[in-house]
């Protein structure tokens, strides 16, 4: 018995038919004698419909606009899971991040909570009643909504859970926990029993979309625990949380991909101190964020620069590399988008050993490696983005991960 959150993704609350099999796995909760705070997402794909939907009207619409539509997604789904608790005989109600206390600032789209103030929902509890929050969304310092970033639910459960000391902190979703790999990639990826939040947050941060990476680092600052658990059965999930609390530690926990890179490139930049602090200043200048950055060797007196960005920012990078290739004395630049980053995750990557492995089962598939970049519990490459998946499948065979839990 205890304060559970409990947060359900799209695909768990898709239609009446999920609601209603949620809704009553809460019930069962509350019967045994749990309060229950439910942090909802918006259902299926009505968060990509809305913004096709909005799409029509214009390709570029006011961002202020677009969190607006796109918050009505979670309130709906809140309406409707209160609704179908309500007819089961549960007391409960629903709250967007106005009644529910959630304050979030930085941009429209991509917003970072900021506070919590849980004195309503503590309230409601206190009467027995189970709280369903929108989640993805926020109350911005003039106030109006903002959205936290695709995913962002799972920041909202999170942080809910920190604010009202959660005893139990569960992330509902369409596949049993955790795995090695994204297993609609892999079918033989392995469900772990539990992982870190640092080794989860490399995962999520490189392209796992079983957690957003903002909610896994928001755990890891608020020392909240939580499990990852299927919502369509009552398996076991993957418990996610500090190293003292896991059993033994494992050399290579997982393999991620993702695929929202793109990459730039600039030819024959002078080499002479400043040029590099040049161009990256003038990027974020900008705003954008730049990944990964390699320099080739020297060859006579310029080199070549490459680095990596999100696609979606890859125009507004390029436009800036553009206006300054002539002053830099560049030969000229180069971008794309087929590239993906393809990352091997473990506490154990940098043994010795391990990055010769990686490099070689990418040499004996045939594929090119373009960049790497290593931490102390992570190697990432960019490669041709239609070799990724075999790039995955091959390194899980490497490191025999079909076979750890
Ligand atoms: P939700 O709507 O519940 O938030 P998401 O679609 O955001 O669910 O995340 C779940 C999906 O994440 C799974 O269906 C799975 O395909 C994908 N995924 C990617 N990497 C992993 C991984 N390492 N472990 C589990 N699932 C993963
Ligand atoms: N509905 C939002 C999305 O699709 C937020 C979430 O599901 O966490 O990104
Ligand atoms: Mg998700």
Do not use: W
Request: aromatic fraction near 4%; include cysteine.
């Amino acid at each position: 018995m205890g304060l559970k959150v409990c947060k359900f993704g799209g695909s768990s609350v898709a239609d009446f038919e999920r609601i209603r099999a949620v809704a009553s796995r809460i019930a069962d909760m509350k019967y045994n004698g749990d309060d229950v705070v439910m942090v909802v997402s918006a259902m299926g794909d009505t968060t990509d419909d809305l913004l096709a939907l909005s799409a029509q009207i214009s390709p570029k619409n006011n961002k202020r606009e677009l969190d607006f539509l796109m918050a009505t997604g979670e309130q709906q789904s809140a309406a409707y899971m209160a609704m179908m608790l309500n007819s089961l005989d549960v007391p409960a109600l629903s709250m967007t991040c106005f009644q529910a206390g959630i304050g979030c600032d930085g941009e429209y789209g991509r917003a970072s909570l900021s506070f919590i103030d849980p004195a309503r929902i503590q309230d409601e509890i206190s009467k027995g009643k189970v709280v369903v929050v929108a989640g993805f969304q926020g109350i911005m310092p003039n106030g109006d909504v903002a959205t936290l970033g695709r995913g962002g639910s799972d920041t909202s459960a999170i942080a809910l859970a920190a604010a009202l000391g959660a005893d139990e902190c569960l992330i509902f979703t369409d596949v049993d926990g955790v795995y090695t790999t994204d297993p609609r990639i892999v079918k033989t990826a392995s469900k772990l029993e539990g992982i870190t939040h640092e080794e989860m947050l490399e995962l999520a941060a490189l392209g796992a979309q079983v957690m957003n990476p903002r909610a896994v680092e928001c755990a890891l600052q608020n020392g909240v625990s939580f499990e990852v658990r299927n919502s369509h059965n009552r398996e076991k999930g993957t418990l996610v949380t500090s190293a003292d609390r896991l059993e033994g530690t494992r050399v290579i926990s997982g393999i991620s991909r993702d695929n929202n890179v793109a990459k730039i490139a600039i030819f024959d930049v002078p080499d002479e101190p400043g040029i590099a602090g040049k161009i990256f200043r003038a990027i974020a200048s900008k705003g954008v964020v730049v990944d990964m950055v390699i320099q080739s060797a020297v060859r006579g007196k310029s080199n070549d620069i490459a680095f990596t960005v999100t696609r979606d920012q890859l125009e507004r990078a390029v436009n800036v590399v553009n206006s300054l290739v002539d002053s830099l004395g560049a030969s000229g630049m180069s971008y794309g988008k087929g590239v993906s980053k393809v990352s091997v995750v473990g506490a154990g990557v940098m043994n010795p050993g391990v990055a010769g492995d990686v490099f070689q089962t990418m040499a004996d598939n045939g594929i090119n490696i373009e960049m790497i970049s290593t931490s102390e519990i992570k190697i990432s490459m960019i490669i041709e983005a239609s070799c990724a998946e075999r790039a995955v499948a091959a390194l899980h065979r490497q490191f025999r991960l079909e076979n750890v839990h």
